[in-house]
């Protein structure tokens, strides 16, 4: 299979934009319009936000966003691997990126919104085993029965 590359990426680029519709549409697809969350080029251009793409033989096949709500506060946006290389793993190892540059920049949480619909449920077990928990939404996000709000507090050790 060959291994995979993680680097910073520009969402402006046509290969990256290209995903971040593929992550879109499968938004819709799955959750009513007004549940949906996930940034589009315009938003992960944003200064707070730092986007990795993952590569394996040079072809773009998953993302994941990293960005600061305050100083303390991360959370974790457009995640997504395509549906081509899902379950081996990639969506594990930008994960485990992400929290580690989140350690690096000395945030104490990083929390995420994720659906709650069975399309989520691969996504939602790969955050339970990370230590991400249940929590209140935060940020613009809403208690409603189409969303799960998590959290993991870094000063824990990393699930192995």
Not at 18 to 39: G, I, Q
Not at 110 to 133: I, K, N, Q, W
Request: with cysteine; net charge negative; hydrophobic share 40%.
């Amino acid at each position: 299979m060959g291994a995979v590359e993680l680097d910073i990426v520009d969402p402006r680029t046509a290969e990256v934009a290209d995903l971040v519709r593929t992550h879109l549409s499968f938004a819709h697809e799955t959750t009513p319009p007004e549940h949906v969350w996930a940034l589009g080029v315009e938003g992960l251009v944003d200064p707070s936000v730092t986007l990795y793409g993952a590569r394996r033989g040079g072809v773009l096949v998953g993302m994941g966003a990293l960005r600061e709500l305050d100083p303390a506060h991360a959370e974790l946006k457009s995640m997504h691997v395509r549906a081509a290389a899902r379950g081996n793993g990639i969506g594990q190892l930008i994960l485990d990126r992400l929290l580690a540059v989140a350690r690096e920049r000395g945030y104490q949480r990083v929390s995420l919104e994720t659906g709650t619909m069975d399309a989520f449920a691969p996504a939602r077990r790969m955050y339970e085993r990370a230590g991400f928990t249940p929590c209140p939404p935060f940020g613009e996000y809403t208690d409603n029965p189409h969303s799960l709000c998590m959290t993991l507090l870094l000063t824990t050790t990393p699930a192995t």
